[in-house]
C-alpha cells in the first residue's frame, strides 16, 4: 500500500522517445505516484529545482547530452536523489558504467512492469518512513532554501556517505547533522559530535581514538575515545579544517581501514561509525596551500551541504526569535514577547554571528526587557550599529541606478551617445547621472560611492 505522501513529489522521467514516456507515465500514475516528464536533458536539468523530484529515471542515450554527463549533473545539483538509468538491450556495459558512477539501478527496455515498480519502491522505501518527519523537527525553518537543504539531508541521510557541512559560524551546521542522524538508520545509536578546536592538538588524538591506561602521563585509565563510544551511530568532527596535519592522516586511516588504535594500543579495533563533518573555512583553499589533506578532503566530501547565511533567510527570523523565546520561558525566564517595530528591527538587522547571535539577543532582551513587551529601543540597544542592516530606500535606488547606467554602457559598448539614447536621455543629462551616481564611462571600470544626496 503507498503511504499517500509518497505522491508529493514526483518521479521524473527523462526520454526522447515521448511514447514510451506515456506509457511508464500511465503506469506509474496508476499506481498512485506523482509523475514528471521531460523530453530532454536539458529540460530535465532545468527543472530539477522547480519539480524537486524525489525519484529520477533517465535513458542513457539522449540526443543532446551524454547519459553519464546527465547522471553527473544530477548529482551536482541534486546529491542523495536517486537516479535510475534506462538503457536499451545490449547495452549492459554502460549500464554496470552508471551504477558505478552513481546511478541506482538500471531497467533495459522494454521496461518490465514489475521490474519498475520495485526499483521505485526500492529506493524510495528505505531510512525514513515518507512522511515521518520527527527528523528534522530540531531545525526551525520556513524559508524555501532550507526547505530545499532538508530534502537533501533527508536523502543523503540515508545513505551511509560523508557528508561535509559548510556554512558561517552558527547558521546551524550542528543543528543539520543531528537532523541527518536522526533520519539515519543510526539514529538508535550515539552521535558523538567534537570541536577540533575546543580539544588542545596534543589530546585530539585520544579524545578521537581512546587511549590505554600509562599511555602518557595523566592516562589513568583505559578510554574508548570518541569513535568507539559511537560505534553504530554518528560521529560529528566540527572545524575539521583545523585538524592539524598529523591527526589528518591517521583520520583518514580510521576512515579506509574502518578500525581504530588508540594511543598506547598495539592492537587496532574495529569500529562502524559514518563521519559528519563541518567547517566554515574554505577547505578547498586549505587544500591548495597545504594545509588539509587532499585525500582525506575527498573522503570527507563525498555530500556537500551549504548552510545559508540568517541573512539569506530573513523569513525564519521571528519563527526562530518564537521558538527562542519558548526555550526560554521553559527553562524558567519570564514570558516577554516583542513589539511588532522591535520584531521589524530584528527581521532588518545583519547577523554575522547567525542564528547563534540571534539567539544571544533575544536572551539578553529577555533578561533586560523591565515589562511584558520587548520594545524596538531595547533591540537597537543589544544590536548596536548592527541595527542598520538592510539598505534604505534610497540606497537601494542608488545601487539600482549605478546598475542600470552600467548595463547601459556595456549594451552601447561604452558609446556615452548610444547609451543616452538607449537611456531616454540626453548626453549631457546621462553625464550628469554617471557623476551623481559615481559610474565610471569608462567599460570594465566600477567606481561604488555612497549614494548621491537626494535631488
Ligand atoms: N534552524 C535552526 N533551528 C533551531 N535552532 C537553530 C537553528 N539553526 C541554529 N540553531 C541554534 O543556533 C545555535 C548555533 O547552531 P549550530 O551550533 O548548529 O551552528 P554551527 O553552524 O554548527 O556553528 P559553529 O560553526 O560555530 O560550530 C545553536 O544554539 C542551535 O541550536
Redesign the pocket.
Known amino acids: 500500500m503507498l503511504n499517500p505522501r509518497t505522491a508529493e513529489r514526483p518521479i521524473l522521467l527523462v526520454d526522447d522517445d515521448t511514447r514510451l514516456l506515456r506509457l511508464l507515465a500511465l503506469r506509474l500514475e496508476s499506481e498512485g505516484y506523482a509523475v514528471a516528464v521531460a523530453s530532454s536533458a536539458p529540460e530535465a536539468l532545468q527543472r530539477l529545482g522547480e519539480l524537486r523530484p524525489q525519484f529520477v529515471l533517465a535513458d542513457l542515450r539522449l540526443p543532446d547530452i551524454d547519459g553519464f554527463e546527465l547522471l553527473s549533473r544530477i548529482q551536482g545539483h541534486s546529491p542523495g536523489l536517486p537516479v535510475a538509468i534506462l538503457t536499451a538491450h545490449g547495452d549492459i556495459p554502460d549500464a554496470v558504467r552508471a551504477t558505478q558512477a552513481g546511478a541506482v539501478d538500471f531497467l533495459t527496455k522494454p521496461v518490465d512492469r514489475e521490474r519498475l515498480l520495485s526499483c521505485i519502491r526500492t529506493h524510495l522505501g528505505g531510512g525514513t518512513a515518507p512522511g515521518d518527519d520527527d527528523w528534522r523537527s ?4 520556513r524559508s524555501p532554501v ?1 526547505e530545499a537543504l532538508l530534502d537533501d539531508a533527508g536523502r543523503v541521510a540515508r545513505m551511509d556517505s560523508a557528508v561535509l ?1 559548510t ?11 543531528r537532523a541527518i542522524h536522526r533520519a539515519s538508520r543510526r539514529a538508535a545509536r550515539p552521535f558523538v559530535a567534537i ?1 577540533c578546536t575546543a580539544v588542545p592538538a596534543e589530546l585530539l588524538e585520544s579524545e578521537l581514538f581512546g587511549h590505554r591506561r600509562g599511555a602518557f602521563t595523566g592516562a589513568h585509565a583505559d578510554q574508548p575515545g570518541l569513535f568507539r563510544a559511537a560505534d553504530g551511530g554518528t560521529v560529528f568532527l ?2 575539521i579544517g583545523d585538524m592539524p596535519l598529523p591527526l589528518q592522516a591517521k583520520l583518514l586511516r580510521v576512515l579506509q581501514e574502518r578500525e581504530v588504535r588508540p594511543v598506547g594500543e598495539t592492537r587496532t579495533l574495529p569500529v562502524d561509525v559514518r563521519v559528519l563533518s ?1 567547517t ?1 573555512a574554505d577547505l578547498e583553499e586549505r587544500v591548495a596551500d597545504g594545509r588539509f589533506r587532499e585525500d582525506l578532503f575527498y573522503r570527507l566530501n563525498v555530500v556537500r551541504l551549504q ?1 545559508p547565511a540568517l541573512e539569506q533567510r530573513r523569513e ?1 527570523i521571528p519563527l ?1 526569535v518564537q ?1 527562542r523565546l519558548a526555550q526560554l520561558a521553559q527553562a524558567g525566564a519570564p514570558r516577554r514577547l516583542y513589539s511588532a517595530e522591535a520584531m521589524e528591527a530584528l527581521v532588518a538587522a545583519p547577523w554575522p554571528g ?3 547571535q540571534l ?1 544571544n539577543v533575544v536572551e539578553r532582551n529577555v533578561a533586560l526587557a523591565p515589562g511584558r513587551v520587548i520594545g524596538a529601543a531595547l533591540v537597537r540597544a543589544s544590536l548596536g550599529k548592527r541595527s542598520i542592516g538592510l539598505a534604505s530606500f534610497d540606497e537601494a535606488r542608488a545601487e539600482f541606478t549605478r546598475n542600470y547606467l552600467r548595463q547601459m554602457l556595456e549594451l552601447a559598448g561604452g558609446n556615452i551617445s548610444r547609451a543616452a539614447r538607449l537611456a531616454g536621455r540626453n548626453r549631457t543629462d546621462f553625464y550628469k547621472l554617471l557623476s551623481r551616481y559615481s559610474v565610471d564611462p569608462r567599460p570594465g571600470r566600477r567606481q561604488d560611492g555612497p549614494p548621491p544626496a537626494a535631488g
Open positions: 530540531g531545525v526551525i525553518t532550507m557541512l556554512g558561517a559560524s552558527g547558521s546551524g551546521k550542528e543543528v543539520l547533522a570541536n566540527d572545524e563541518a566554515h548552510l525564519d526562530l521558538h547567525n542564528v547563534r539567539f
